[in-house]
């Protein structure tokens, strides 16, 4: 597929690592040009240096709309344009419903859903001024699979199932194609917690048909199809990357994370 991207103007958030990184690699890799933001600015500067120039760095927070509007003016002053968009950044902060503050709340789903809103709001205007383009949102296994200790994050990604859907519907007459990859677990900073427990990563995988967790590169290439012309014809669809996890539910995170705090 060499190529497949040549001369393509692109933005990632959550470009320096994880899914984010994994996207960016392929985009250039196959010939495009990447703008790409994180809030983690040192991280960035670092993979920065190893992408090349064909990478644009902007240090960037997804929860301030002039972060959002930047790191679009940014891609299409470098490629003139901007042909695809992804929006991977997100994270969490655990806690059962009765205990979650409502400060993580608010963290997790501005976070998770605001920031993509505020990148989907900026990238489709700029989409809508030139003719075109596809975005895909990364959301979750979680939008349809709840987990003990994870409302904020489950509820935030469902949210940016329906927003994905919501986008597709608005712009698909104007040649804007929007689409959601759900991932199961995946190999990241974000989830290197579990990776780091055998036994929480084992009660994982018991739940994972396929019986392994995925690479960010697992996620990459399905995002990647659907910001291509291979993909012209799908607009507001939610494609789920999770060894078939989904059909078999989530594990019981109570061993691990302990009762809730709260008592009646």
């Given at each position: 597929m060499s190529g497949r991207f040549e001369e393509k103007s692109a933005l990632v958030t959550g470009a320096a690592?994880?899914?984010?990184?994994?996207i960016t690699r392929e985009i250039l890799n196959e010939g495009g040009r990447v703008a790409g933001s994180d809030i983690n600015s040192d991280l960035l500067q670092h993979v920065a240096k190893d992408l090349g120039p064909r990478f644009a760095p902007l240090a960037g927070?997804?929860?301030?709309?002039?972060?959002?509007?930047?790191?679009?003016?940014?891609?299409?002053?470098?490629?003139?344009?901007l042909d695809m968009a992804f929006?991977?950044?997100?994270?969490?902060?655990?806690?059962?419903?009765?205990?979650?503050s409502e400060a993580d709340w608010s963290f997790v789903v501005d976070l998770c859903l605001k920031g993509v809103f505020l990148g989907l709001k900026h990238q489709g205007r700029q989409m809508l001024r030139q003719g075109g383009g596809a975005i895909v949102n990364i959301a979750s296994l979680n939008a349809h699979v709840p987990m003990f200790a994870g409302s904020?994050?489950?509820?935030?990604?469902?949210?940016?199932?329906?927003?994905?859907?919501?986008?597709a519907l608005e712009w698909a007459d104007r040649g804007v194609r929007v689409n959601a990859v759900l991932p199961g677990l995946v190999e990241t900073p974000l989830t290197r917690p579990h990776f780091q427990d055998p036994e929480r990563l084992a009660a994982f995988k018991s739940r994972i048909p396929m019986g392994r967790?995925?690479?960010?590169?697992?996620?990459?290439?399905?995002?990647?199809?659907l910001a291509s012309m291979d993909a012209s014809y799908v607009s507001g669809a939610s494609l789920l990357v999770d060894g078939a996890w989904a059909v078999s539910g989530y594990p019981d995170m109570r061993p691990f994370r302990g009762g809730e705090k709260w008592q009646p």
């Open positions: 690592s994880g899914i984010g990184l994994a927070d997804v929860t301030k709309e002039t972060d959002a509007e930047a790191l679009v003016a940014l891609a299409v002053e470098r490629g003139g344009r929006n991977v950044a997100g994270g969490n902060r655990a806690g059962y419903i009765v205990d979650q904020a994050y489950a509820t935030a990604k469902a949210g940016v199932e329906m927003l994905t859907r919501n986008a967790p995925a690479q960010p590169e697992e996620i990459a290439g399905p995002a990647l199809f």
